[in-house]
């Protein structure tokens, strides 16, 4: 009888009595040899098995198998994390801020002086009857109609917020004026009031006075009228030389320093500046940075009735010449732009207030002036200027974090936990966080483990957050160890996926350190199960395979064969007993259903167990099992299915250990009982 091929069956892994079974009994090959023709009735041993299997031998090329130092099988699976850059995270956004910078004071040349000469017989108009002659003049009222002033050629009309006139007479009658003469300017065209002014002082003849008046706060026409009120003590007892036409008293206006908040006027450059700031958020808080990448935009509108040139500085940006960041736009009156402009390489150095870190922009403006063109202007009109930094990303940066979020990015792994199992219970396990900071800043990871049993749709999870203290000359490293009921429970759904997620909060908000983009944090998460386990009472039937006997040996068994044993030695080295099964047939679909040949249940006992699970001792088995013609009658075919169902006991409450020396040792044979008659031969 020649035997091909073993048995195949759907082996569950780490299923140790179905592996132990199926290599104990189908291990090693065998073949019948066709009986020899005794000259009597002859005891022929067919041995089938000879050999020790440890456990180590038959799960050496089994996946997510382990051994710990003392030979303690169990699962382990390791997963690391891919290794997270800062990069992004190391980055400010939103520096964006909207500014109206006015012009403000608006600067106003002076226009110069107007003079007009008032005659004697205007202020006196009784000198035309001595007119020509030397004689008394008596005392007399002056009372000038309005009077007008020649216009102002620069300007129309000036809102003035700070400037003065000056008015200058100079007496050139032969009589003094009294003090307390009044002086109104008047605007020409509206017959409005604009300013008074009152002498203290006496005007002697051909004498000189000069009296000033703040213009503060008064609207200033370029065509101006005055008048002239006052006394004269005349030449009293004294003669003098009137003189009705040429005698005059002169009298010169003069504005200056202006200062206009309006103004419809020749305009001359103006020029005008500021400095204003934005600030950053708390988030990260920085000294100095290395600008990988960022960039600034400036909108700007002039609203100005003159053309403009505007120079920006960036106070807390600058190139690798140490220069601060500057930029030149041009716009004509009413023209808007828009320009974009590139600060990758540039060092960032904010400033710290007691409102945070601040960015701040210096600009001045040059207005070109109207020239010879008289326009309008206010001190409102201006430039709106946007300012937008969208993002800065840094190479390098030092300063303080205050709880930058980094997430980690997820891994899953599989893990081969025995399926067919229905109510495996692990005793005891662990789980292992190794967690590597790679940067100058304490890091608080959290890492949530997700198990999931696909199967049954079970799903269980571990969170934990712990605090890293920031790299210094090394990465620092953090192993925390997760183990005890949590973890138990944890693996007893038999998750056949782990996934680990997480992120990642960098800095305390008050450690100052540097920190580069390519700094890393990484992590490694090792699951490890030793087999301290129960598990419940199983059948397991083998998938079947097939035996194939010459013809020669047929014909002997069917007419000579008398009977025959099947003979087992057993040592089992192993926590745990079984029973196995023999099914025999011709027929290959009814091996288990309808068998001619069972041989069994053959029982294996445990081992020896300590209290901790573990075999201490071997226990030995001798088993013989008879076997009459009519039994192996079924090796009379051509062709023998054969089947094995293993049944497990389970452990009830008790959890079991193996290890990777234990064993099981099988001498096993079939003891065939057959009559040889030499003469029936020939």
């Known amino acids: 009888m020649k035997k091909h091929g073993r048995f195949r069956g759907s082996i569950p892994r780490l299923v140790l009595p179905v592996i132990l079974m199926a290599g104990l009994f189908y291990g090693s090959g065998c073949s019948v040899k066709e009986p020899q023709a005794p000259q009597w009735d002859v005891n022929v041993a067919i041995p089938l098995i000879d050999t020790t299997l440890t456990i180590g031998k038959l799960l050496e090329d089994t996946d997510d198998i382990s051994f710990d130092s003392t030979g303690l099988l169990g699962f382990q699976v390791t997963q690391s994390m891919d290794p997270v850059e800062v990069g992004d995270n190391l980055s400010v956004e939103g520096i964006s801020e909207d500014f109206d910078v006015t012009l403000g004071d608006i600067r106003v040349d002076s226009p110069g002086s107007q ?46 917020r700070e400037g003065s006139v000056r008015i200058t007479l100079h007496n050139k009658l032969p009589i003094p004026i009294s003090s307390g003469l009044g002086i109104s300017l008047y605007d020409y065209n509206t017959d409005t009031l604009v300013v008074s002014i009152v002498s203290q002082n006496e005007l002697p003849p051909n004498g000189q006075i000069t ?11 370029g065509h101006l009228a005055f008048t002239i ?48 700031y934005t600030t950053l958020g708390d988030s990260i808080i920085v000294t100095e940075a290395d600008i990988s990448t960022g960039s600034i935009s400036f909108q700007m509108t002039n609203n100005l009735p003159l053309d403009l040139e505007l120079s920006i500085q960036l106070l807390n940006f600058f190139d690798a010449s140490g220069d601060t960041f500057q930029a030149h736009l041009f ?40 020239g010879d063109q008289i326009i309008t202007i206010h001190a409102n009109d201006g430039i709106a200027l946007a300012v937008n930094i969208p993002k800065l990303a840094f190479s390098k940066l030092s300063g303080i974090l205050n709880q930058i979020h980094v997430n980690l990015d997820s891994m899953s792994t599989q ?35 997700v198990g999931t049993n696909s199967n049954t749709g079970q799903q269980a999870t571990i969170q934990r957050t712990v605090t890293i203290q920031p790299a210094g000359d090394q990465p620092a490293v953090t192993t925390v160890i997760l183990e005890g009921d949590e973890v138990t429970r944890f693996l007893n759904i038999l998750p056949d996926d782990i996934t680990v997620s997480g992120s990642v909060i960098l800095g305390d908000g008050l450690t100052e350190s540097t920190i580069r983009a390519t700094d890393t944090i990484s992590s490694q998460v090792t699951v490890s199960i030793p087999v301290n386990l129960k598990f419940p009472d199983q059948q397991l039937t083998l998938d079947p395979d097939s ?85 192996l009658a079924v090796f009379t075919h051509p062709t023998v299915v054969s089947g094995i169902r293993i049944s497990l006991p389970g452990s009830g409450d008790k959890f079991i250990r193996v290890y990777r020396n234990d064993y099981l040792s099988a001498k096993a044979f079939i003891k065939i009982n057959y009559h040889v008659n030499p003469e029936e031969s020939e």
Not at 123 to 146: E, H
Not at 211 to 221: D, E
Not at 263 to 276: H, L, N, S, V
């Open 229 to 276: 009120s006052g006394d004269s003590p005349g030449s009293g007892s004294d003669s003098v030389f009137v003189d009705a036409t040429n005698q005059s008293v002169d009298m010169e206006v003069y504005v200056s320093d202006i200062v206009a908040s309006e103004a419809r006027a020749k305009i001359p450059d103006q020029e005008f500046e500021d400095t204003d």
């Open 547 to 631: 035996l194939e006997v010459d013809e020669d040996a047929q014909n002997e068994i069917r007419d000579n064969l008398n009977g025959g044993s099947f003979q087992a030695e057993l040592g089992n080295h192993l926590p745990f007993g079984a029973s196995a099964t023999f099914y025999f047939t011709s027929r290959d679909t009814a091996v288990y259903s309808n068998p001619e040949l069972t041989i069994g249940p053959i029982t294996l006992n445990p081992g020896v167990t300590s209290e901790t699970g573990n075999v201490v001792q071997e226990t030995p088995s001798q088993i013989t099992i008879s076997l009459d013609k009519d039994q």
């Open 415 to 449: 893990l081969d936990t025995p399926k067919d199992l229905e109510g495996l219970q692990f005793g005891d396990a662990r789980i292992e966080l190794k967690l590597i900071n790679g940067i100058g800043f304490l890091i608080q990871p959290t890492l949530n483990i």
């Open 211 to 221: 009296l000033n008046k703040s213009l503060a706060n008064i609207r200033l026409p």
């Open 115 to 160: 003079v007009v000469s008032v005659q004697f017989a205007a202020i006196y108009p009784q000198s035309v009857l001595l007119n020509g002659q030397t004689a008394q003049v008596p005392p007399f009222t002056v009372n000038l109609d309005k009077t007008e002033l020649p216009a102002f050629g620069d300007f129309e009309s000036i809102l003035i």
């Open 331 to 370: 716009l004509r009156k009413g023209e808007q732009t828009n320009q974009y402009y590139d600060l990758s390489g540039y060092k960032f150095r904010p400033e710290r207030t007691s409102e945070g870190a601040v960015v701040r922009f210096h600009w001045k403006a040059k207005a070109t002036g109207s």
